[in-house]
C-alpha cells in the first residue's frame, strides 16, 4: 500500500480506502462485511469511510465491531452528518442540535471515544454555516473529532466554509467527498483548483462507478448474480450507468486495461489516483478478492500516451 497526506494536515492514508455504502448492513451479512474489512487492514488499507445514515446506523455498527480488534492509532475512521436519522424536524440537516447528538449517536455504534474524519455529507441551505463549523469546533476540542470535512459541497460552498472558518478562527475544512470517475468528472474545473489552492485533498467515492468499471456488466446480459446491479435493495442509482453508450465505452477502456496487463478495476483506480489532489480513492467492496484486485492499482503508472487513449474513449 502507498499512504498520501491529507490536505495539509499531517495524517496520512492510504491511497485505497473502503467504504461501507450499500453492502455492509444491507447487500451482505455481518460475517462477510467483517471478513472483507479484515482483508483490507491485512493489505494496509488504513482508511475506512462510513455515515450515520448507512443502513441506519447499521454500517457504523459493523464497521465498529471489525475494526475493534485492531490498535486504535492503526487506522482512519470517517463518519457523516446530514441525512434524516429521524422523522422529526430536528432529526436531519448540519443544526448545533442535529451534528451534537449525531456525532454522538455514531460514537456509541461505533464504539469509539473519537472519530478520525467528520464529514458534513451535504450543505445545509436551513443551518448557517457558521453555526455547523462552530458546532463541530467544539467536537474537535472536546477531542471526539479529529479533522473537519465535506461532501458533495460546491467549489462557492467550499469557500464560504474557508471564509467563516477564517473568520472565527474555527478549524478549516482539510478534506471532500465527492463523487469522482471516469463518467463522473464534474471535479476537475472547479472544486479540484479551489481545492489544491486551500490545503483539501479529496477523499473520492465510486470511483469504480458502482462496479461498472470493472467492466462485469456486459451489453444485452443480464447483470451477474450477487452484483449490486442485480440487488433490487441497492441498485436503485445505477441506471444511468448500465446505458448502451457507457458500456460501449467499457469495453473499449478494458481493451486498454488488458493491453496494460491490468484489469479494469485497477485502471479506473489509476486513473483517479493521478489526480495529485486525490488522497485516497474510496471504493466498496462485497468480497476479499475485490479488495485483493483493487489495491493493486497503487503500483500502476499511467503514461501521457495511455491518458489520451483513455481522453478519446470518454470523449
Ligand atoms: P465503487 O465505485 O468502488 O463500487 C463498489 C462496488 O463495485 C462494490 O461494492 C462491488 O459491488 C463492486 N466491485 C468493487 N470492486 C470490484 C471488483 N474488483 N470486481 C468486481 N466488482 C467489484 O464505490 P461505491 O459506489 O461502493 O462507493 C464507495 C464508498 O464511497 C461507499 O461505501 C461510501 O463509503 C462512499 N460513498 C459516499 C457517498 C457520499 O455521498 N459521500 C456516496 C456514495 C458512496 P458488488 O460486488 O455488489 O457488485
Not at 471564509?163 to 463518467?183: E, S
Not at 436503485?236 to 481493451?255: A, Y
Not at 483493487?294 to 503514461?303: E, S
Amino acid at each position: 500500500m502507498k499512504y498520501r497526506k491529507l490536505g495539509r494536515t499531517g495524517l496520512k492514508v492510504s491511497e485505497i480506502s473502503l467504504g461501507s455504502w450499500l453492502t455492509y448492513g444491507n447487500s451482505i451479512e455481518k460475517e462477510a462485511a467483517i471478513r472483507v474489512i479484515d482483508k483490507a487492514y491485512e493489505l494496509g488499507i488504513n482508511s475506512f469511510d462510513t455515515a450515520n445514515v448507512y443502513a441506519r446506523g447499521e454500517a457504523e455498527k459493523i464497521v465498529g465491531e471489525a475494526l475493534r480488534k485492531y490498535p486504535r492509532e492503526s487506522y482512519v475512521l470517517a463518519t457523516k452528518v446530514f441525512w434524516p436519522m429521524g422523522d422529526g424536524p430536528n432529526d436531519r440537516g448540519l443544526s448545533r442540535k442535529h451534528v451534537f447528538e449525531q456525532l454522538h449517536a455514531s460514537l456509541k455504534r461505533l464504539q469509539l471515544d473519537y472519530v478520525d474524519i467528520y464529514y458534513c455529507h451535504r450543505y445545509d441551505k436551513e443551518t448557517p454555516v457558521e453555526e455547523t463549523l462552530r458546532t463541530i469546533d467544539d467536537l474537535v476540542r472536546q477531542g471526539k473529532v479529529l479533522y473537519v470535512g465535506v461532501s458533495e459541497w460546491t467549489a462557492q460552498q467550499i469557500q464560504e466554509a474557508l471564509g467563516t472558518a477564517d473568520k472565527y478562527l474555527l478549524d478549516r475544512i482539510v478534506v471532500n467527498q465527492p463523487q469522482y470517475n471516469m463518467f463522473h468528472r464534474y471535479i476537475e474545473k472547479e472544486i479540484i483548483p479551489v481545492c489544491e489552492q486551500n490545503g483539501i485533498s479529496q477523499i473520492v467515492f465510486s470511483p469504480l462507478a458502482q462496479g461498472v468499471l470493472t467492466g462485469k456488466y456486459k451489453r444485452g446480459q443480464k447483470a451477474p448474480e450477487g452484483s449490486r446491479a442485480s440487488d433490487p435493495k441497492s441498485n436503485m442509482f445505477m441506471s444511468d450507468l448500465l446505458k448502451e453508450e457507457i458500456l460501449v465505452k467499457v469495453e473499449q477502456l478494458e481493451k486498454v486495461a488488458a493491453e496494460l496487463g491490468i484489469t479494469l478495476s485497477q485502471l479506473a483506480l489509476a486513473w483517479v489516483l493521478r489526480q495529485p489532489n486525490v488522497a485516497s480513492a474510496l471504493i466498496g467492496a462485497s468480497r476479499p478478492e475485490q479488495v485483493e484486485e483493487n489495491v493493486k492499482a497503487v503500483d500502476v503508472q499511467l503514461t501521457e500516451d495511455v491518458l489520451e487513449k483513455i481522453e478519446q474513449i470518454l470523449a
